[in-house]
């Protein structure tokens, strides 16, 4: 976290009944009025759909606020991205950013093969983004 004083979000990732609720109640009670619970679960977001989805019960959900559980029926197309802007209106971004957290120098015989490699998956239609952490020489 470097020189900061809190982190602007935490992510809790694993599969369903790996503990994530558990650990985001802990943070929580160590660090009251600090963070939101925002679920982001593909099938927690729905009304009814409540057996494998590991949904907090409502004891929990009464104490500990989450946000998009719950929150539209099946019927409905959900987009998370338009309901966090207009749930929680201090965001700056709901944008995701891969941001690398090292690099990796690339000889100046290899760029262009990496270069090459790069234009033939973006010419391809089901790649949407492409990531790198190579740093092209010069």
């Not at 009304?47 to 606020?65: A, E, I, M, W």
């Not at 690339?106 to 093969?113: A, F, G, L, M, R």
């Amino acid at each position: 976290m470097g020189n900061q004083s809190k982190p602007s979000a935490i992510f809790l990732l694993g599969p369903t009944a790996s503990g994530k609720t558990r650990w985001a109640i802990e943070i929580i009670d160590k660090f009251p009025k600090t963070f939101e619970l925002i679920s982001v679960d593909s099938v927690q977001v729905y009304k009814g759909c409540n057996v494998g989805s590991g949904k907090p019960d409502q004891d929990t959900l009464k104490k500990y606020p989450h946000y998009l559980i719950d929150h539209c029926s099946v019927s409905e197309i959900y987009n998370v991205k338009k309901e966090l802007e207009k749930e929680i209106n201090n965001f700056i971004s709901t944008e995701i950013e891969w941001v690398p957290l090292n690099s990796v120098k690339i000889s100046k015989e290899k760029n262009e093969d990496l270069i090459n490699f790069f234009e033939t998956l973006e010419d391809d239609d089901d790649v949407q983004n492409i990531y790198s952490n190579a740093k092209l020489s010069n």
